[in-house]
């Protein structure tokens, strides 16, 4: 697999995520609140782009790991790249002009941020090895 098409579906995996992300939110924010719903759509995103990684960006590729630990560790690098998204956008944000059109570009930046981190991060050290047939 190239590296184009890796990130081609990376991409994919990102906003058909950012889909379920919004739809989730969307249904749960009455019941649950806006910070409980938030929780349960990061989750639904992320197990969305993890099944849509593990089996296009990454085919070819394992985890060595059970499914299980596989599914928590990615879990906890989509938590890194948010973080890091949200990091960017409030260093930005906090240094230069705050109009609707700068945040937006804050938010375009902290995406990038975020998706680099996770895409090094699933390439390099989840989806390391590669599957023996």
Partial sequence: MTLRHSLLWFGV??????????????????PLGVYAARAASFIAAAS????????????????????????LRYLGLMLGGGLINLAT?????????????WLAAYVAAGSVAGMAFNYVGASKWLYRHKNLK
């Avoid at 995996?13 to 009455?30: C, E, F, M, Q, Y």
């Avoid at 849509?52 to 085919?59: D, P």
């Avoid at 956008?89 to 059109?101: D, N």
């Fill in 13 to 30: 995996a990102g906003v058909l995520g950012l889909l379920v992300d919004i739809a989730v939110l969307t249904v749960l924010r009455n």
């Fill in 48 to 71: 969305m782009t993890w099944l849509i990684n593990r089996h296009f960006s990454f085919a070819g590729r394992s985890a060595a790991t059970s499914l299980w630990r596989e599914y």
């Fill in 89 to 101: 956008y409030a260093v930005l944000a906090w240094r230069f002009a705050q109009t609707p059109l």
